[in-house]
């Protein structure tokens, strides 16, 4: 649950940077939810795919997984009215990288910031089992 959580906070802080950094990438209020959940689900079921397809057909372009995916996300939140406006090829381009490395940092980063305590607490309970002699 908390792994879901963190996934779709990463996503939208992803559109987020986006929205902040590019000026013809355009996130509507009320549609935001929508674009945070529709970039997430297909980034999570769009990877592994392309990543199949990649590895099958092209191998030397693995490491561009992530942008692709990112991509293709962005490009299907984009259809649905009313939340997500990508307009300009250097746009489209931009939001790409912009999204995926913000992302992925924050999927870097927040975990250790919102797990903290919960490591910090097993750290101070003690340890059951058997105690060797």
């Not at 984009?78 to 009215?81: A, M, S």
């Given at each position: 649950m908390i792994r879901t959580l963190i996934?779709?906070?990463t996503s939208a802080l992803g559109l987020l940077a986006a929205t902040w950094l590019l000026p013809d990438f355009r996130m509507q209020l009320q549609g935001f939810v929508i674009a945070v959940v529709v970039f997430s689900i297909t980034q999570s079921v769009f990877t592994p795919f392309i990543a199949r397809m990649t590895n099958r057909y092209a191998p030397a372009a693995l490491g561009g997984i992530g942008l692709l995916s990112t991509w293709v996300s962005l490009f299907l939140a984009?259809?649905?009215?009313g939340g997500l406006t990508i307009t300009g090829w250097r746009t489209w381009v931009l939001a790409a990288l912009v999204v995926w490395?913000?992302?992925?940092l924050a999927a870097?980063?927040?975990?250790m910031f919102l797990l903290k305590k919960r490591l910090a607490?097993?750290?101070e309970r003690p340890a059951t089992g058997i105690a060797s002699a």
């Open positions: 996934y779709f906070a984009n259809l649905l009215p490395m913000s992302s992925t870097w980063l927040l975990p607490a097993r750290k």
